[in-house]
């Protein structure tokens, strides 16, 4: 069974960074798509970054240049390096992960982490 386990997540001031990681077991995880996304209360849920297994990524506009998504394939962890951070990126942080195929920010993900929460005070 895949899952999927989120950590990281913190209380930071603006300006911080922080480090999420994804562990990932139960299925090939070198060859998967894997994604991070997010979603602040009220909010819809926000792709920010998908990563294939050779390491190509894909970056929402809205977080190029602040974040930073890397795998390593043989620890089987993802991992979401934030630089810069803002209020507004205050949210509960998801990994994902899919088959190789269309790897994109708007591919749907077939598996999902329970998250972990993010919150960046002014």
């Known amino acids: 069974q895949v899952q999927l386990v989120e950590s990281g997540g913190g209380s930071v001031q603006a300006g911080g960074s922080l480090r999420l990681s994804c562990a990932a077991s139960?299925?090939?995880?070198?060859?998967?798509?894997m994604g991070w996304f997010r979603q602040a209360p009220g909010k819809e849920r926000e792709a920010l970054a998908t990563?294939?297994?050779?390491?190509?990524?894909t970056y929402a506009a809205s977080v190029k240049g602040r974040l930073t998504i890397t795998r390593d394939n043989a620890e089987r962890t993802l991992y979401l390096q934030m630089d810069s951070l803002k209020p507004e990126d205050s949210a509960m942080y998801y990994c994902?992960?899919?088959?190789?195929?269309?790897?994109?920010?708007?591919?749907?993900?077939?598996?999902w982490g329970k998250g972990t929460l993010v919150t960046i005070s002014s």
């Open positions: 994902a992960a899919k088959d190789p195929t269309f790897c994109t920010l708007n591919a749907a993900m077939r598996t």
């Open positions: 139960g299925y090939t995880y070198s060859s998967y798509c």
């Open positions: 990563i294939t297994g050779s390491g190509r990524t």
